[in-house]
């Protein structure tokens, strides 16, 4: 039985263009997310709101559905936009980053998913402090990062123009 086991595509060494400045990045882009995910979450809350002063409360009932719908809503975004042919989110592609496998391949709609909920799980259950785990590796990824295998990093148009020339 043979095993075929991938060498990592990127390496910050020879390759640091891919990772020059990805960090503050991409915290840039998760606010930018958060907001792309929060807006239509907030609006529906108006509209159940209003809707409940028109039918004299009872439409408040429909609260209940915001938080599955808003997990349902944060999931399928990643997924969704993660497994677009930019493997980027929105907010990634703002600041021209994408996610990538560790072999290289692009992320897939089960991988952004998995993504989402590994970094709301690794944040909730250890902390924001987990994130600290970027400023330890080469790659700067993070610990969710570590466990699906996937890496972030500048697209080919920005690492072009970070490029050194050789001397």
Do not use: K
């Amino acid at each position: 039985m043979s095993i075929d086991i991938r060498p990592h595509a990127y390496d910050p060494a020879a390759q640091p263009e891919l990772f020059e400045g990805v960090l503050p990045r991409r915290v840039v882009a998760f606010a930018i997310d958060f907001v792309i995910i929060a807006a239509p979450i907030v609006l529906a809350a108006m509209v159940i709101f209003a809707f409940g002063v028109v039918t004299l409360g009872l439409g408040w009932a429909l609260y209940w559905l915001l938080p599955p719908a808003s997990v349902l809503w944060a999931i399928a975004y990643f997924g969704i936009t993660l497994a677009s042919p930019e493997s980027a989110t929105i907010g990634l592609r703002v600041m021209d980053l994408e996610m990538r496998t560790w072999y290289g391949a692009p992320a897939y709609f089960v991988l952004g998913a998995v993504h989402a909920i590994a970094f709301w799980f690794t944040v909730s259950f250890f902390t924001p402090f987990i994130l600290l785990v970027a400023f330890f590796n080469q790659r700067r990824r993070l610990l969710h990062d570590i466990m699906l295998g996937t890496v972030i990093i500048n697209n080919p148009a920005r690492a072009a123009l970070r490029t050194v020339p050789a001397r």
